[in-house]
């Protein structure tokens, strides 16, 4: 018999589904989530009554607007940019920007609605939020995506700031195009305020261990939930997706733990190293990212190995799985292949890799899953102590961050892992940490009233 709050949460998400159509990956994160707190609305009616939970699924704010460009050839464009302020409950918007040609309304308010719980897992005062543009990156040079930052600086500044929201980087945004954006804000401001992004260079205001965070993370969180099975990377392959920012951090953190990662993959397919990709293999990730390229076979030309066109690496008979490229690179067909090759730990690096089904059957075949929330949320909380940083004046050194990394990354596997034993779903850390961040933001919004 379903439940008050099941059939609440049913008609809630018809209602989403409804109000905001033509938006599957919206959709998708707020099924996942409403499907996890079930038995914490339950328990709590009151999260119901005071309307926190259709509050929590409607973004304070949204902006789109026109961002017009000249490219190398004197010719004018027009790309779209996106800011979605999701949630300022328990802290300033926070969350990064992302130039892809995908980005729509969709991706954003996903990608936004996610960070409100991963942030709120970091235990640090950010809230959720989420930028970008349909702008491709891809065989743009180096001064036409300076003069697309600035000119979606010129729209963006008017909603951002170090006390109301910070963005930072996502797929397309490093550290080239936070600088410029950078740039372009202080100019129009006309004064330094250098909370107001994050993953900013180290010459003005960055934090050390910033571009490794994410990575580092998600082995530090991996490794958690290896140990808490008595096991570890030591001695296991590790199949991982991508060669970004993410990619590169975990690849350069497992090797540090004893791991073996030995595949990495592209918008073009997916490449297979047997050897393991270490020592300069590993840089060679920032030499491809920086080429704007968006391939994956310069590695195996570079390195003479296997390329495998238009293929992902789920195949590949691997001890652990990490998905690090994007939203749905993992489907169901891609999660019975990695069951059947007797996977037992899959850690999400990118936002939402899995899909619903594929989540439901690994957790059904006993594979012990690492939700993005959580796993991911290194990068962010590094973003956060970037924030505390600049706010003291001061720069702390690599080890003070890292050791501040892995103190997180370790009390957000705890988090999850309680929240799920304490509401009867012991091991499904998908539920857990929706539940434990949930609980943060929702107790925030109560106190604070029905704005
Ligand atoms: N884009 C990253 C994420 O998905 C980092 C966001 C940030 O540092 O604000 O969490």
Same mark, same amino acid.
């Given at each position: 018999m379903a439940t008050n709050a099941?059939?609440?949460?049913?008609?809630?998400?018809?209602?989403?589904?409804?109000?905001?159509?033509?938006?599957?990956? +919206?959709? $998708? @994160?707020?099924?996942?989530? !409403?499907? /996890? *707190?079930?038995?914490?609305?339950? %328990?709590?009616?009151?999260?119901?009554?005071?309307?926190?939970?259709?509050?929590?699924?409607?973004?304070?704010?949204?902006?789109?607007?026109?961002?017009?460009?000249?490219?190398?050839?004197?010719?004018?464009?027009?790309?779209?940019?996106?800011?979605?302020?999701?949630?300022?409950?328990?802290?300033?918007?926070?969350?990064?920007?992302?130039?892809?040609?995908?980005?729509?309304?969709?991706?954003?308010?996903?990608?936004? +609605?996610? $960070? @409100?719980?991963?942030?709120? !897992?970091? /235990? *640090?005062?950010?809230?959720?939020? %989420?930028?970008?543009?349909?702008?491709?990156?891809?065989?743009?040079?180096?001064?036409?995506?300076?003069?697309?930052?600035?000119?979606?600086?010129?729209?963006?500044?008017?909603?951002?700031?170090?006390?109301?929201?910070?963005?930072?980087?996502?797929?397309?945004?490093?550290?080239?195009?936070?600088?410029?954006?950078?740039?372009?804000?202080?100019?129009?401001?006309?004064?330094?305020?250098?909370?107001?992004?994050?993953?900013?260079?180290? @010459?003005?205001?960055?934090? !050390?261990?910033?571009?490794?965070?994410?990575?580092?993370?998600?082995?530090?969180?991996?490794?958690?939930?290896?140990?808490?099975?008595?096991?570890?990377?030591?001695?296991?392959?590790?199949?991982?997706?991508?060669?970004?920012?993410?990619?590169?951090?975990?690849?350069?953190?497992?090797?540090?733990?004893?791991?073996?990662?030995v595949t990495l993959s592209g918008p073009d397919g997916y490449i297979y190293d047997p050897d393991g990709i270490t020592g300069e293999k590993v840089e060679y990730l920032l030499e491809m990212r920086a080429s704007c390229r968006d391939r994956v076979e310069d590695y195996a030309d570079q390195y003479g190995v296997m390329f495998n066109p238009g293929e992902k690496p789920w195949g590949v008979k691997v001890d652990v799985v990490i998905p690090c490229a994007t939203q749905n690179e993992i489907i169901i067909d891609d999660a019975k292949k990695i069951v059947s090759n007797g996977v037992k730990f899959v850690c999400e690096g990118a936002n939402m890799p899995c899909t619903n089904d594929a989540i439901e059957y690994f957790i059904e075949n006993g594979v012990y899953l690492g939700p993005s929330k959580a796993a991911n949320a290194g990068g962010v909380a590094v973003s956060g102590l970037e924030m505390s940083q600049n706010s003291m004046r001061l720069a702390w050194s690599f080890e003070e961050v890292d050791v501040k990394l892995k103190t997180i990354m370790l009390n957000i596997y705890r988090s999850a892992s309680k929240a799920a034993e304490d509401y009867g779903y012991k091991d499904n850390l998908v539920v857990g940490a929706n539940i434990a961040g949930f609980i943060k933001v929702a107790e925030a919004m109560k106190a604070q009233g029905s704005v």
């Open positions: 099941q059939r609440y949460c049913n008609e809630l998400y018809r209602r989403i589904v409804e109000r905001n159509a033509n938006e599957p990956e +919206f959709h $998708q @994160t707020v099924q996942e989530v !409403l499907s /996890s *707190l079930v038995p914490v609305l339950d %328990k709590n009616p009151e999260y119901i009554e005071l309307g926190i939970v259709e509050r929590i699924v409607e973004p304070e704010r949204q902006f789109i607007f026109r961002v017009p460009w000249m490219d190398d050839t004197g010719k004018v464009r027009v790309n779209r940019g996106f800011r979605v302020q999701f949630n300022s409950a328990i802290g300033p918007y926070k969350g990064g920007l992302r130039f892809h040609p995908s980005v729509n309304v969709s991706i954003v308010k996903f990608l936004g +609605f996610e $960070q @409100t719980f991963k942030n709120s !897992l970091t /235990s *640090l005062p950010m809230g959720g939020g %989420k930028g970008g543009s349909d702008f491709d990156p891809k065989g743009k040079s180096d001064a036409e995506v300076m003069r697309f930052c600035q000119s979606y600086m010129t729209e963006l500044y008017r909603y951002i700031g170090p006390n109301t929201d910070v963005p930072a980087g996502d797929l397309g945004v490093g550290g080239r195009e936070i600088g410029y954006l950078f740039g372009q804000y202080k100019r129009i401001k006309g004064g330094y305020e250098n909370g107001v992004l994050t993953g900013k260079g180290l @010459t003005y205001g960055g934090s !050390l261990a910033r571009p490794e965070a994410t990575g580092y993370g998600i082995a530090y969180f991996c490794q958690e939930m290896m140990k808490s099975k008595g096991t570890s990377f030591d001695g296991k392959t590790v199949a991982v997706s991508g060669f970004g920012n993410v990619t590169w951090g975990t690849v350069k953190k497992i090797n540090e733990l004893g791991g073996k990662v």
